[in-house]
C-alpha cells in the first residue's frame, strides 16, 4: 500500500479502501457568512497532509467538522465516525493517572496493557501512574498522541500540537510524530501556521484561502530531509508567497 495519496513510484491514485477521508462539496456557514463553500479533500492512509492558511481562512473550521465537532451545511465527509484529534493544549484530565488519561474509554482490563504500550511507543513507560501535574508540556502532548493512536485511527487531526513548545522540544516532536505514524499508518490533517513545520512533516501541503484549497503541493524527500536543499528553500519561498509573506522577512 502507498504511503501516500498518490503513489510515489507509479502515481496511481489511492482506492477507496486504501482513502481515510473523502470530502465532497464540503459548505459550512456561520449565519450569514459562508467560511467554507464546495471544499474537496482526499487523504490516503498512512498520508501526513499539512493545512496552511491565513488566520480566519477556515482550517480549523474544516478540522472541525472533520472531527465531527461541528455540523456541516452542505457536501459530504466519508470518513471514521470517530477520528482521532490532537489539539494545541494536551486537554488531560488532572484528577486520573497518565494511564487512563490514555486509556479514556476503555475498559480498565484492556485499557491498562494499551496504555502501558502506547506510553511506552512516546518514551514514558516508566510513568504510567503519574499525575498530569508532574509532566512538562513536551511530555504533556506525548501523552495526548498516545491517548489518539491507541485505538490505531484511521485517521488523525492535529490542531497546532507544537505550537505551545519550545524550539527544541518540537524538533523532538516532529521527530517522534514521524516515527509514530510510519508504525501506526493513519491518515493525518495538520493544520499549522509554519511553513517550516509543514515542509519537514508533510508528504503534502495544502494552501487554503478563502475556504477553498487554493494550492495543492507535494513535499519532494530532499526538501523534507534538508532544509538547505534548492527544492526545500524553493517551496519555503513559494509557500510563503502564497500566505502574502516575504521569504527574506519570514527568514
Known amino acids: 500500500m502507498s504511503d501516500s495519496l498518490y ?22 456557514r456561520y449565519g450569514s457568512r459562508t467560511v467554507i463553500q464546495g471544499l474537496n479533500l482526499r487523504i490516503a492512509r498512512g498520508e501526513f497532509v499539512a493545512l496552511l492558511g491565513e488566520s480566519g ?19 459530504r465527509i466519508d470518513g471514521p ?21 490514555v486509556s479514556l474509554g476503555l475498559d480498565d482490563r484492556h485499557g491498562k496493557p494499551l496504555a502501558q504500550a502506547a506510553l511506552e511507543e512516546v518514551g514514558l513507560g516508566d510513568r504510567l501512574d503519574d499525575w498530569p501535574r508532574n509532566l512538562s508540556g513536551g511530555q ?6 498516545a491517548r489518539a493512536l491507541v485505538r490505531e485511527p484511521r485517521l488523525l487531526l492535529l490542531d497546532e500540537p507544537f505550537a ?15 516515527q509514530l505514524l510510519a508504525r501506526h499508518r493513519p491518515g493525518v490533517l495538520l493544520v499549522t501556521h509554519d511553513v517550516d513545520e509543514a515542509i519537514v512533516l508533510a508528504d503534502r501541503i495544502l494552501v487554503m484561502r478563502d475556504g477553498a484549497i487554493a494550492n495543492d503541493v507535494r513535499v519532494a524527500p530532499e526538501a ?26 519570514a527568514a
Open 224 to 249: 523534507a530531509h534538508d532544509r538547505s536543499h534548492p527544492a526545500a528553500q524553493a517551496l519555503r519561498a513559494q509557500l510563503l508567497a502564497e500566505l502574502g509573506v516575504v521569504a527574506a522577512q
Open 81 to 101: 465516525a470517530q477520528p482521532a484529534v490532537v489539539f494545541q493544549e494536551p486537554r488531560l484530565i488532572p484528577w486520573d493517572r497518565l494511564w487512563r488519561n
Open 57 to 75: 481562512c477556515g482550517k480549523t473550521t474544516l478540522l472541525r467538522a472533520l472531527a465531527g465537532l461541528d455540523p456541516i451545511d452542505g457536501g
Open 140 to 145: 504533556a502532548q506525548r501523552v495526548a498522541l
Open 164 to 178: 505551545a513548545l519550545d524550539a527544541l522540544t518540537r524538533i523532538r516532536m516532529h521527530v517522534l510524530v514521524r
Open 7 to 28: 503513489d510515489r513510484h507509479t502515481a496511481h491514485p489511492a482506492t477507496a479502501d486504501e482513502l481515510a477521508v473523502s470530502v465532497a462539496g464540503l459548505k459550512r
